[in-house]
C-alpha cells in the first residue's frame, strides 16, 4: 500500500453516516486496546450518542484515512478548542495510526491536515499526548520537535485490594480535623440554584500541575457544566460529586468526582479533585476521596 494511493477526508463527526460511526468505532476500540489494555471496547451505540452530542461551544474537527478497499479506517485525527476567551493561542489534537500501517507518513498527512486548520482558526500552539505503551507516538512527537510540556500516569485500585481500614480511619478522624466544613454529595445533573458556585468551584482545578505547558487559566462557565451534562446524559455515563463547604461561609472548599457506564459496571473512573489553597491543611482532600470511596463500597 503507497501514501500515494490513500488520501486524508474529513468527517463531520456530528453528524456522520452510520457506516462511518461503525468504521471509526471500530478503529477508535483497536486503538484503546493498544493504548489500555485492560478496558473493554466501546459500543457503537455509546460513540453514536456521544458524537451525536458533542457539546455545542466545543469546536471539533475530525478527519481519518480509509484502506485501499474502502471498508476499513486505518487511521484518524482529531482537533478541539473550547470557544472562549481564554487560551486562543491553543488547539488540542490526536494522531492515532494502525500498528500495520504506521511508518509510512500517514502521521504526516494527518498533522498537515491538523495545522492547516490550526492556522485558519489563528491557533499557535498545538497540544497532543502520547502513551508510553505506544513507543511510536512519542518517537513521531520528537522527530517534530515537539517540547514536552506535562508527564502524567495513570494509577489503578482493585477494589478487593482497599484496605477498608485505613478508609475507615480517614472517615472517623475527618470531622475533628476538618471541624468547620460539611461534605454532601451531587448525583447526576447539578442543583440549578447553585450553578455558578459550582462553575467556580471548578476553577480550583487550576491549580493543578500543568508543567510548561504554555496554557492560562481555564474559566469553567454553567453553560460548559450543562452543555458537557448533556453528552453525559445522552451517552448515558453516569456522575457522582462529593463537595465540601465551609459551613461559617456556605462557600465550596474543594470536590471530587467519579464516573462510570453501565456499559462497562466493573470500572469506576475518577474525575477532578481539589480543593482551593485557602482551604487546605485541613484533611479535605483526604475526606472527599474516602467519602466517596465509602459510598462506592455500600451502593456500588
Not at 80 to 89: G, I, K, L, P, V
Amino acid at each position: 500500500m503507497s501514501i500515494d494511493t490513500l488520501q486524508v477526508v474529513p468527517l463531520a463527526i456530528r453528524d456522520a453516516s452510520e457506516r462511518e460511526y461503525a468504521a471509526l468505532t471500530a478503529f477508535h476500540n483497536k486503538i484503546q486496546a493498544e493504548r489500555e489494555p485492560h478496558d473493554p471496547p466501546t459500543p457503537l451505540d455509546e460513540n453514536i450518542s456521544s458524537w451525536r452530542n458533542l457539546p455545542p461551544l466545543l469546536e471539533v474537527r475530525c478527519w481519518v484515512v480509509w484502506n485501499e478497499e474502502g471498508d476499513a479506517i486505518i487511521a484518524s485525527a482529531w482537533a478541539d478548542f473550547w470557544r472562549a476567551e481564554e487560551n486562543q493561542h491553543a488547539i488540542d489534537f490526536d494522531i492515532s495510526v494502525a500498528p500495520n500501517h504506521r511508518r509510512r507518513g500517514i502521521a504526516a498527512h494527518l498533522l498537515a491536515a491538523i495545522a492547516n486548520h490550526a492556522r485558519q482558526q489563528n491557533r499557535r500552539l498545538l497540544i497532543g499526548e502520547t502513551n508510553d505503551r505506544v513507543p511510536a507516538g512519542d518517537g513521531f512527537m520528537q522527530r517534530l520537535g515537539a517540547a514536552r510540556g506535562l508527564e502524567t500516569h495513570t494509577n489503578q485500585l482493585p477494589m478487593d485490594e482497599l484496605n477498608r481500614d485505613l478508609v475507615a480511619l480517614w472517615l472517623q478522624r475527618a470531622p475533628d480535623r476538618a471541624s468547620g466544613f460539611d461534605i454532601g454529595f451531587w448525583d447526576g445533573p447539578y442543583p440549578e440554584q447553585e450553578l455558578a458556585a459550582i462553575a467556580n468551584l471548578h476553577g480550583v482545578m487550576n491549580s493543578a500541575p500543568r508543567g510548561s505547558l504554555d496554557v492560562e487559566d481555564q474559566v469553567t462557565t454553567p453553560e460548559h457544566l450543562r452543555q458537557w451534562e448533556q453528552t453525559m446524559t445522552a451517552e448515558g455515563t453516569q456522575r457522582w460529586s462529593v463537595y465540601a463547604r465551609e459551613r461559617a461561609t456556605g462557600v465550596f472548599a474543594g470536590f471530587s468526582e467519579v464516573f462510570w457506564h453501565p456499559n462497562r459496571p466493573h470500572l469506576l473512573y475518577q474525575g477532578a479533585t481539589g480543593v482551593f489553597p485557602q482551604f487546605r491543611s485541613h484533611g479535605l482532600g483526604r475526606w472527599l476521596k474516602a467519602a466517596m470511596i465509602d459510598r462506592v463500597l455500600r451502593e456500588r
